[in-house]
Structures are given as structure tokens and as C-alpha cells.
């Protein structure tokens, strides 16, 4: 199988309090996104990945690229845009393998099993989402701040990424998003809307997202544990 990736790069994770950006942050040793882009060059699966990265940022990327090891010829880099989907469909542009996974620059722990076992419903059913069961009691609440209804908690989980997607249905999605003028805040969104199913695989709660300082306490945690012998 014959698949892209498209890393959204561009965002200054104002969350994270850093004066850096948090894909340039050090874990244990190497820089958050160096990491991320390793766990998909391994993988057999993958032959391309495109990073969408701010203007300001891209002569850095390309240095850190050097500076790694990455083979420039496997990696391409794109400005990124305004808005996370901006960028994806910038970066969609580089990109002509039939099948495209979308990821998070700042998700470095995914496995090559979830990425297999994504790749393996993707090409059965177009679309496909990696995904956790919720733990907490979720309830909706008014803009006052009151509580409007607890919803079921068997029927929530957390999506997270990689998401997987024939490109040209991903491609399409974004365009008939931008026509509308719908704002996603992921790309299952815009397929969703286009009233096409998309299969839920289910990932592990250690593929964090870092977004916070204590974030990054987690993932020192989850690094060292993960590097211990076995």
C-alpha cells in the first residue's frame, strides 16, 4: 500500500507557554516533531510526507531535517495556511499517493500497529479515525454555565490521529467544505458532512496530543517507559 502523509506544522501552540513552538520542543533527547516524523518513515507503508509549516519557520525545518538525518527526498514542506485546514489542503496539494493519513505534528507516540490497522479499514471504507472511549462523565453546558444534559458516555470517544482518507475523497471534502464555508476542527469533519461513514479504529490513550506543560511531563514519562529493556 501506497500512502502520504500530511503533518499540519504551522501553529504556535500558544497553550504550551513556550517561546518556542511546541513541535520544536526537546523530548528525551530529540525535537517533538522529529520524533512524529521517525514513527511514519519507518513504517513500509509510507513512501512521502508533507509538512505544512509557517513561512517564518520553514528555513529552521529544513535545517532540523539535515540536522536529523531526514532524507529531504522522502519529506517535502509547504507554507502552511491560516487555519489548520488551510494548511492540510495546501499540503494535500504535494502530495499524489492514493492514500493520505493526516496527523498531528505534536503526536509523536502513535504505533505502527494503529497506522497498519488504519490503513487496513481505509481502504475498505474510504475514511478512517483513530479513537479512544471517553473516561469522564461528558456533560453539555449553556454559555451561563449551567449544565443542559449529561450525555451518554457509552456512545463518546475522543478522536485523535492519524486519520486515514482515500486522498481525492479528502480532496473533495475540502472543497465542498470551502464552498460552505464550514470550519472543522478535523478532517473526518468535512467527510462527515458529505454524508460518507467513517470507520472508528481504536487507538491507545498514550497518543497524546501536547498541548499543555503538563503534556510534556506525560510524554517524558511515556518515553522513558517505552524505552525501558523488555
Known amino acids: 500500500m501506497n500512502a502520504g502523509v500530511v503533518i499540519p506544522a504551522a501553529g504556535k501552540g500558544k497553550r504550551m507557554g513556550t517561546a518556542i513552538s511546541k513541535q ?18 519507518d513504517h513500509p507503508a ?9 513561512r517564518d519557520e520553514e528555513t529552521s525545518v529544513y535545517q532540523l531535517l539535515d ?31 492514493e492514500w493520505v493519513l493526516v ?11 494503529q497506522i497498519s490497522e488504519l490503513l487496513i479499514q481505509v481502504k475498505r471504507v474510504g475514511a478512517a479515525v ?12 449553556t454559555p451561563g454555565m449551567d449544565v443542559a444534559r449529561t450525555l451518554e458516555r457509552s456512545r463518546l470517544w475522543a478522536v485523535q490521529t492519524p486519520q486515514a482518507f482515500r486522498r481525492s475523497l479528502l480532496v473533495q471534502a475540502h472543497e465542498e467544505g470551502r464552498r460552505k464555508g464550514l470550519a472543522a476542527t478535523d478532517d473526518a469533519m468535512l467527510v462527515e458532512a458529505m454524508g460518507i461513514p467513517v470507520r472508528v479504529v481504536k487507538g491507545d490513550y498514550s497518543n497524546l496530543k501536547l498541548t499543555t506543560p503538563e503534556d510534556m511531563i506525560l510524554a517524558e514519562a511515556i518515553w522513558k517507559m517505552r524505552s525501558r529493556p523488555r
Open 24 to 41: 520544536f520542543l526537546d523530548l528525551c533527547g530529540e525535537p517533538v516533531l522529529i520524533r512524529t516524523l521517525r514513527v511514519f518513515l
Open 46 to 54: 509510507v513512501s512521502r510526507l508533507v509538512l505544512a509549516v509557517h
Open 67 to 97: 540536522e536529523y538525518g531526514i532524507p529531504r527526498e522522502k519529506v517535502g514542506i509547504t507554507p502552511g495556511g491560516k487555519e489548520r485546514q488551510d494548511s492540510v489542503c495546501r499540503a494535500l496539494q504535494e502530495l499524489a499517493t
Open 103 to 113: 496527523h498531528d505534528a505534536v503526536r509523536p507516540f502513535v504505533t505502527h500497529e
Open 130 to 141: 483513530l479513537a479512544v472511549p471517553v473516561k469522564d462523565t461528558v456533560k453539555e453546558v
